[in-house]
């Protein structure tokens, strides 16, 4: 069968369900203050973690994360949705907490995306209460696993309809329960956080987000046949070396991919270099089938 193409650039009519482009996301609240010292949650999906580097080299650890907030009053299926508060919170500051939703909060997220007048604490009304953060004014959820607390350092217009941040992480706060039993580094997993899925209607005909949730006796746990030893990633030396050590390769085709790979770093218009190259690392992955 063909694939069917959806002209996204062009086609100002197109029917496409779009959860093509957005996976299922992870849940969280994005909390903020006005200039009034008034609290604002909104629960959100359009973000993540993009960026994770452990302390190294007599530096602190460096996270980033992003999300998006609309920013715009909208018309949707004959209802109109206003500007998110936290958008125009972060008008006037900088400040935010983002604290991921665990299943057993699912009726508050609810509660917290109901069109409350800005300056209501969405949180209050939902039965939730906060703790003073550390780092920032912002105040963290007591209810959530794990708070973590940015200083929002750039945005930028997405399209005609969103807000993106660039979050950097300035404190985390972990409930002590969730550090007690996490002896393998599952982190958020542990949680049982939600998953944005789609929007459908319900049988009265409203339109409601529907959830989903990980299945923690599904992880996948790739072989160690392939790849570096000893780490992650890498370097590619180190890899070729590995599969060396595994028989999967010979030590002559070990230096012979050696030089291929600087014959390829210095022309990489070679094809000829580049499909001998391709050929052996298939072999050094995957063995004698490629031969």
């Known amino acids: 069968m063909g694939n069917i193409f959806f002209d996204i650039e062009n086609d100002i009519n197109l029917m496409m369900n ?19 010292g008034n609290v604002n949650s909104t629960p959100a999906t359009l973000g993540t973690c993009n960026s994770a580097n452990q302390p190294r080299d007599g530096k602190p650890a460096e996270y980033f994360l992003t999300f998006s907030l609309v920013r715009k009053l909208l018309k949707d299926d004959g209802n109109y949705l206003p500007a998110r508060d936290g958008f125009v919170n972060l ?17 508050e997220s609810i509660v917290a995306n109901l069109p409350f007048p800005r300056g209501i ?3 209050e009304v939902a039965g939730l209460h906060t703790f003073r953060s550390r780092n920032i004014e912002v105040p963290s959820i007591e209810e959530c696993p794990i708070n973590i607390e940015c200083k929002i350092i750039n945005q930028m217009d997405l399209g005609e309809t969103y807000m993106l941040y660039v979050a950097k992480v300035v404190g985390v706060s972990v409930n002590q329960s969730l550090v007690d039993i996490d002896n393998k580094g599952l982190g958020v997993f542990l949680i049982d956080p939600l998953f944005e899925i789609n929007i459908t209607r319900t049988k009265n005909g409203n339109s409601r987000l529907n959830y989903g949730q990980l299945d923690r006796n599904k992880i996948s746990i790739p072989g160690d046949n392939f790849g570096s030893t ?24 070990h230096n012979q991919i050696l030089d291929l790979k600087n014959q390829f770093v210095k022309d990489r218009s070679n094809r000829d270099v580049k499909n001998k190259l391709t050929q052996l690392l298939k072999k050094a992955v995957y063995g004698e089938k490629f031969q």
């Open 230 to 253: 000893g780490d992650w990633v890498g370097t590619f030396e180190n890899f070729i070396k590995s599969e060396v050590g595994r028989g999967k390769i010979t030590k002559s085709e």
């Open 18 to 36: 779009y959860r093509y482009v957005q996976p299922p996301q992870i849940a969280y609240f994005v909390t903020t203050m006005d200039e009034f």
């Open 121 to 123: 604490s969405e949180l």
């Open 91 to 107: 008008q006037h500051s900088d400040e935010a907490v983002i604290s991921y939703i665990p299943v057993n909060l699912m009726q």
